[in-house]
């Protein structure tokens, strides 16, 4: 979708306090808008579609309980090249 934003303006905010019983997310990502779209559709009652900015931004208003932030540490030099033996030898392509 063309929107005449620059991916700088194409952002993702996501907005809670300690009080709030839920997240506010929104979102120009695609991948993150197909997500948050499909789990209001299977769980209604922890999240729904809030609003659609028509320049291609999405908001949802999801459970707090059903939110979660995964930080992940870096592979090791050592896990990375393990990784790597196993995707060649698994036939898979593409970084790991």
């Known amino acids: 979708m ?3 934003l620059t991916k700088r303006q ?3 905010c996501i907005f809670f306090d300690e009080a709030s ?3 506010e997310i929104q979102t120009h990502n695609t991948d993150l808008k197909k997500r948050l779209t499909r789990y209001a559709a299977e769980h ?3 999240c729904r579609q809030t609003d659609d900015d028509e320049q291609g931004g999405l908001t949802f208003e999801i459970d707090r309980k059903r939110f979660a932030v995964r930080l992940t540490a870096p592979y090791s030099d050592e896990r990375r090249h ?3 033996e196993l995707a060649k030898k698994n036939g898979l392509k593409g970084r790991v």
């Open 2 to 4: 063309k929107t005449g």
């Open 10 to 12: 194409k952002t993702t």
């Open 21 to 23: 019983k839920t997240v």
């Open 44 to 46: 209604p009652d922890l």
């Open 82 to 84: 393990a990784a790597s």
